[in-house]
């Protein structure tokens, strides 16, 4: 853990689990628990799972000017974004290539929090507020505790009022326990979801509580990696795993266009003024890949790195593949030649064990309308 910085104060409940507490964005997660992941995942799917996201990076901003910053440094029309109401953004540089997705969350008229991954966000906030009346605050002492499956919601109604009348995207300040908390109706699994945002001196209290009450439901603690598996259903990205940045192009620096990894509904109709923009805009229709689906035959799921092959030719990579217990399919996202991004089209993965025939499917294989995650009531 010696590139760690960051820590969870669930560290020894994860260990507990069997957890080595391997690093992601700076600090020790849960990547791995002494159980069987296909556990994890149904859970989610069926009942619903618990699962620490301390490790995204969780930034303040607050002043005059917030809105101003998130204006600039984001693809989203924030007077769209009222108290209350989140929205999911992207970050791009000068050449109009991303460089890290987020969630903006308005508290207040001038007061937001933006939570994102392992690319370069906070910077890309920095920079936008040089020379502004705007504070930023980096806060590691609030935890995000993420419950998501169908049954999440009949757990928390027991404790939180109007839980059940909470939107999509939407966000309350509440008590949970009697403890001071944030929920939010966000998450990364495609089911509805529910992520609580606490102090870290709270962290152990609801993680143990849900656990213990919830155990009876179905509800069982989720490593990380769970959301690997869920991510590939769902059409949800992460960086810099389906990214050029770990398969970069030849003779190329690193950079995908929103147009490439189907990104580009992130930027609000007409927006301009955003950093990156101009470019944006002059690439759309310059593809020189797509992110897409390949559904495989049988039930052995891609390397992660595949190649992809067509008529011998090679035209794409596997990012993140699974098998699904629940609907025996073997799936995984991928970035195809733009060509071969088409449904049916047909493929060769090339596993280490050998070649498996597959076909190009659009995303998302799960719930591509999104019903479960907005559901009502």
């Known amino acids: 853990?010696?590139?760690?910085?960051?820590?969870s104060t669930l560290a020894d409940r994860h260990r507990a689990l069997g957890s080595k507490l391997e690093d992601w964005s700076g600090m020790g997660t849960a990547w791995t628990y002494d159980k069987d992941p296909n556990e994890e995942?149904?859970?989610i799917r069926t009942k619903a799972g618990l699962m620490d996201v301390s490790g995204l990076k969780k930034v303040h901003i607050t002043g005059p000017h917030a809105s101003h910053l998130i204006d600039l440094a984001t693809t989203r029309d924030v007077e769209?974004?009222?108290p209350g109401k989140s929205a999911y953004a992207c970050m791009l540089n000068e050449a109009g290539k991303f460089t890290d997705d987020c969630i903006l969350y308005r508290i207040s008229p001038n007061s937001w929090m933006v939570v994102h991954g392992s690319g370069t966000g906070h910077e890309e906030l920095q920079r936008a507020?040089?020379?502004r009346d705007v504070s930023l605050r980096f806060d590691d002492n609030l935890h995000d505790l993420s419950l998501q499956g169908p049954t999440a919601v009949d757990y928390l109604a027991k404790h939180v009022p109007g839980i059940r009348d909470l939107n999509y995207f939407?966000?309350?300040q509440t008590q949970l326990f009697g403890l001071p908390v944030m929920i939010s109706r966000t998450g990364y699994t495609g089911e509805r979801?529910?992520?609580?945002f606490c102090r870290g001196q709270d962290a152990g209290t609801i993680w143990d509580r849900i656990l213990d009450e919830g155990k009876s439901a179905g509800i069982i603690p989720c490593r990380f990696t769970?959301?690997?598996m869920l991510r590939v259903e769902s059409y949800l990205l992460f960086y810099p795993y389906d990214n050029s940045q770990k398969y970069p192009f030849e003779n190329e620096g690193p950079?995908?266009?929103l147009w490439e990894l189907g990104l580009d509904f992130t930027v609000s109709p007409g927006k301009t003024g955003f950093r990156g923009a101009e470019e944006h805009y002059r690439l759309k229709g310059k593809e020189r890949f797509k992110i897409y689906g390949v559904l495989l035959d049988g039930k052995e799921p891609a390397d992660e790195g595949a190649p992809v092959y067509r008529d011998g030719k090679k035209v794409g990579v596997v990012t993140c593949a699974m098998y699904s217990p629940l609907v025996e399919k073997s799936m995984g996202i991928a970035r195809l030649d733009v060509d071969c991004a088409v449904k049916d089209t047909k493929l060769e993965i090339r596993n280490r064990s050998g070649s498996i025939k597959a076909t190009a499917q659009p995303l998302p294989f799960d719930d591509p309308k999104k019903t479960k995650r907005t559901a009502k009531g």
């Open 129 to 131: 507020a040089m020379g």
């Open 226 to 228: 769970t959301l690997d």
């Open 193 to 196: 979801g529910y992520e609580i």
């Open 170 to 172: 939407h966000h309350m």
């Open 255 to 257: 950079g995908d266009t």
């Open 80 to 82: 769209k974004i009222y």
């Open 41 to 43: 995942y149904i859970a």
């Open 1 to 7: 853990m010696t590139a760690s910085w960051r820590f």
